[in-house]
Structure formats: C-alpha cells, structure tokens
C-alpha cells in the first residue's frame, strides 16, 4: 500500500499534483528505504524504476572516462523526483545517482508511468519541469565550482545537506564530500577545520553539527539562495 504522500513530510510534487492525477499514480507507488551510498544508477544505464524521495538525498554525478573522478551536478530531495523522464520516453541515465544521505522514497515502475504519463498533462508538466529545475541546479553547480572557494561551496553544500535531512546533524564520509565538491579528502579536511576554529560547526568522525546556522549562511556562497530559491 501506497503511504500518505499527501502530508507535509512527503513529496512535494506528488501532493502538488490534482487529486484525480495523483489518484492514478497512487496505487502504484510502493515505499522504500534506502542506505548511505547505495548507487542507484549508472550513467547509461536504464531507469527501470522513478523515484519520488520523501526523506534524505540523492546525488546527481557526472563520472570522467576513467570512472575514477565524478562531480555533483545536482541533489534531489523531497521536493523532486528522479528518473522522471522516463514518462517522456528518455529512459537512460546520463549521471550516477547516489544515496547521499539514509532516505525513504516511493517507487514506481518505468512502464507503468510512462502509460499514466501519455494520458495526463500535470504528469508530463512535472516531469519537464523538474527536469528543468535540474538543468538549473546543474549550471549553478558548475559556476560555483570554478568561481568560488572551497569553503563557501563547502558551507553552501552543508546547508544543502540539512534542508534535505532537516536536521542540524549531518553524516558525511570525508571521502564522499571531496567527491561531491571535486577537492582532495585533504582539503576537505582543512576547510572543515576552519569552519569548525569559527564555531560554526563541530565535526567529528563523519558527523557534522552545525552550531551557528546564521554565520554558516554569512560564509555560503551565493549559489545556497539561488539554488532554495529554484
């Protein structure tokens, strides 16, 4: 059985949807809990399932040649979905998606959603427009990276992190955030050391806490209000 995605703790474009557009999704949709880290996709690989977060964070990475260096282009919360052009007939992921962080999400199988898909409009609107939404994210993301310092993406990255996880406490392996910014786990080391010597975190084994979310704000880049604002 489908959960409630209509309460405020759930996904936002499923409860946005009109009632009787979301009644034909709703039967279809099963709950999932998903781990840290758990790859749901390789680029070129097909979407067999859409995925509708309700909770946590999935990453969004473009991966080099090599398949040894990849970049976050993009997150996906509650607010999102991913694989959601698959209603349009592109089934193939261009990027690896990632658990960033523990989530639950409802599931739907590729078929059966591009079927509701060819007879619904709000469920075709949705789905260009989120992935307009990730385009977006996608260019921001970029200019942040060559544009600005590590530390305001880092302070940027971990706001991002908390509006996901709506928590204070974020768990991040030092490795996978190197990864997420495009820095060496050394550096990542150093920036979270001086954010932590301004007391605006703590940071210890994996766990981030953030202690001053107004200085934390202050010491973001731009990108952290452009990309809430989208």
């Known amino acids: 059985m489908a959960p409630n995605l209509r309460s405020s703790s759930d996904n936002k474009l499923l409860a946005a949807l009109p009632r009787a557009h979301f009644d034909r999704l709703a039967p279809h949709l099963l709950p999932e809990a998903m781990v840290q880290g758990l790859v749901l996709r390789e680029p070129g ?10 909770s946590g964070m999935l990453s969004l990475l473009v991966v080099m ?6 970049i976050e282009t993009a997150t996906v919360g509650r607010e999102g979905v991913v694989g959601a052009m698959t209603g349009l007939g592109n089934s193939r992921s261009s990027v690896r998606v990632v658990v960033q962080l523990p989530m639950t999400v409802s599931t739907i199988t ?3 959603f591009r079927e509701i ?4 409009d709000p469920v075709r609107d949705m789905c260009l427009h989120f992935n ?3 385009l977006l994210q996608a260019r921001v993301t970029a200019a942040c990276n060559v544009l600005h310092p590590a530390e305001a993406r880092f302070c940027r990255w971990l706001l ?5 996880a709506e928590s204070d406490t ?3 392996k030092q490795d996978f955030l190197a990864e997420m910014l495009g820095v060496r786990r050394t550096s990542v080391s150093d920036v979270a050391a001086k954010i932590q010597a301004l007391g605006v975190i ?3 084994r994996g766990t981030i806490k953030i202690v001053d979310r107004p200085a934390l704000e202050r010491l973001s880049c731009e990108c952290y209000e452009t990309l809430s604002e989208h």
Do not use: C, I, M, W
Request: charged share 30%; glycine share 2%.
């Open 110 to 112: 590729a078929p059966k």
């Open 117 to 120: 898909a060819s007879k619904s």
């Open 65 to 70: 040649r090599n398949e040894e260096n990849a």
């Open 202 to 204: 703590t940071y210890s």
């Open 160 to 164: 991002q992190s908390a509006d996901r």
């Open 132 to 134: 307009e939404v990730l």
């Open 45 to 54: 690989e097909r979407f067999d399932q859409v995925y509708f977060p309700h």
């Open 170 to 172: 974020v768990g991040l």
